[in-house]
């Protein structure tokens, strides 16, 4: 008995070592599916016979038993995004770009690339000869906080000095209504309107360029409503994703959550 099957494990080693099993795929590396990237011996998931070599192997469950080592998988690599564009228009709702791009293909089955262009909501309230348009725009304009960020290094105008970076206020608002447009929202850049609800407390920043360089406040505020005065608001970036709030009060600070925190545009 003990003699039979060290027999058969003889015969296997001889048939593995007979049969390429050092390198199937040696030199036959091939990139997407590609019948023709073909090889004989064992698979990576056992069994002898033929199997491949090419990009696709992996996802079919094919590949030669040395893939993995003579073709290993090299993920996609990306660079850093870009800086976030201008708005499409001046004065108008509109959208802003920001790409990155490819340093390395990914080979052989590795991770793909992510996303490369991103786009989010934005308006901005100088019109190319620097004249103030904000007072165009009745209702509260609003857009996800991470915009905020880079609007602290685009506000490089000559209407805010530097020593002014700092200025602005937060208002605190409780949703009373809102659009089934936010709820249903999947583009990239505009998931944050799924985050809207009703009845929530939501904090809105009031920040340079947005605020008015006469009246040093953000329009659509609420300033000097009262609490039963219901305001109007619209998102940026989808003009059907829009309600209405009431004014709770006004701080120095947000302290909301991320997901319930935005920026007067």
């Known amino acids: 008995m003990g003699g039979t099957a060290l027999s058969g494990a003889l015969w296997l080693g001889l048939l593995w070592a007979g049969s ?3 390198g199937s795929c040696q030199g036959k590396c091939c990139q997407g599916r590609d019948a023709a990237c073909v090889g004989e011996g064992w698979r990576e998931g056992g069994g002898y016979g033929t199997c491949y070599c090419d990009g696709g192997c992996r996802r079919a469950g094919d590949c030669c038993h040395d ?21 499409a228009e001046q004065c108008h709702p509109g959208l802003r770009i920001r790409r990155r791009y490819v340093q390395q293909e990914p080979k052989n089955g590795g991770e793909p690339c992510p996303a490369l262009e991103e786009k989010a909501g ?10 103030d348009c ?3 725009h009745v209702p509260a304009f609003i857009t996800t906080s991470e915009y ?12 805010w000095p530097s020593d002014k970076d700092a200025a602005g206020y937060c208002v605190e ?8 447009q936010c709820a249903l929202e999947t583009r990239p850049y505009a998931r944050w309107m799924q985050y809207l609800r009703e009845g929530h407390t939501v904090c809105v920043a009031c920040q340079p360029p947005a ?20 305001l109007h608001w619209e998102a940026i970036g ?15 600070h947000c302290s909301c959550p991320l997901v319930h925190s935005f920026i007067f545009t």
């Open 134 to 136: 904000g007072h165009e």
């Open 148 to 159: 905020g960020k880079e609007r602290k290094r685009r506000a490089a105008s000559s209407l």
């Open 67 to 87: 893939h993995g080592q003579a073709c290993p998988a090299i993920p996609c690599v990306v660079g850093e995004w870009s800086h976030w564009s201008g708005c």
């Open 122 to 131: 934005c308006l901005e309230y100088l019109t190319y000869q620097g004249e």
């Open 173 to 180: 608002f409780r949703t009373e209504s809102l659009s089934q």
């Open 20 to 22: 390429g099993a050092g």
């Open 211 to 230: 605020m008015s360089t006469a009246t040093q406040r953000c329009s659509g505020d609420g300033h000097n409503a009262h609490g039963d005065k219901i």
């Open 238 to 252: 989808n003009s059907q994703c829009q309600g209405t709030w009431k004014k709770i009060r006004q701080l120095e």
